[in-house]
T-cell receptor
Framework: EADIYQTPRYLVIGTGKKITLECSQT?????MYWYQQDPGMELHLIHY???????EKGDLSSESTVSRIRTEHFPLTLESARPSHTSQYLC??????????????FGPGTRLTVL | KQEVTQIPAALSVPEGENLVLNCSFT??????LQWFRQDPGKGLTSLLL?????REQTSGRLNASLDKSSGRSTLYIAASQPGDSATYLC?????????FGTGTSLTVIP
């Protein structure tokens, strides 16, 4: 079973602040993903990465950015947080192999509230 | 784009009952399908992964089936327990990503 860590677990901040949500995995997975999930709604992919220096935008338009400088680390940054960014953010990873062909493992999530 | 539908949206059963959760998807060109459990405010826990070449997969009281050609999967839970109360999500995987439904919210009444 993969170990995926997300920090912080909960964050309440004011409008206009810059924030970075951290995601790390210790299993050497090459593929990593960020999803956004509102209460009672489906998960929407906002960013993904197939490896170091690889990042792509997902289906859901997002004002966030990501970076992948190290295999184990995939942080998500909001330059200027707004109340519309209030949501739960979930990080996931999959082992090497065919894209979409391997089991996806999730972190515990970060619940973000922007006042 | 892959569309995923899960029926029913909510289900309440007495403890000990067997139940079936349904998942349908529009694009049958998938590599696999994964079932997850999500507790309120938490991340997703992987329950079962079925490869596109498989028809079913079992883990303990859980059995998942996949009919790729018709775009359907079912999750069977035997002898349900209060601890099974959670939201169950299916996610077909294909191409670059997985797609998720809104889930079935299950409540098992003691």
């Amino acid at each position: 079973e993969a170990d995926i860590y997300q920090t912080p677990r909960y964050l309440v901040i004011g409008t206009g602040k810059k924030i970075t949500l951290e995601c790390s995995q210790t299993m050497g997975h090459d593929k990593m993903y960020w999803y956004q999930q509102d209460p009672g709604m489906e998960l929407h992919l906002i960013h993904y990465s197939y490896g170091v220096n690889s990042t792509e935008k997902g289906d859901l338009s997002s004002e966030s950015t990501v970076s992948r400088i190290r295999t184990e680390h995939f942080p998500l940054t909001l330059e200027s947080a707004r109340p519309s960014h209030t949501s739960q953010y979930l990080c996931a990873s999959t082992p090497p192999g065919l894209a979409g062909g391997n089991e996806q493992f999730f972190g515990p999530g970060t619940r973000l509230t922007v006042l | 784009k892959q569309e995923v539908t899960q029926i029913p949206a909510a289900l309440s059963v007495p403890e000990g009952e067997n139940l079936v959760l349904n998942c349908s998807f529009t694009d049958s060109a998938i590599y696999n399908l994964q079932w997850f459990r999500q507790d309120p405010g938490k991340g997703l826990t992987s329950l079962l992964l079925i490869q596109s070449s498989q028809r079913e997969q079992t883990s303990g009281r859980l059995n998942a089936s996949l009919d790729k050609s018709s775009g359907r999967s079912t999750l069977y839970i035997a002898a349900s327990q209060p601890g099974d109360s959670a939201t169950y999500l299916c996610a077909p995987g294909g191409g670059n990503q997985f797609y998720f439904g809104t889930g079935t919210s299950l409540t098992v009444i003691p």
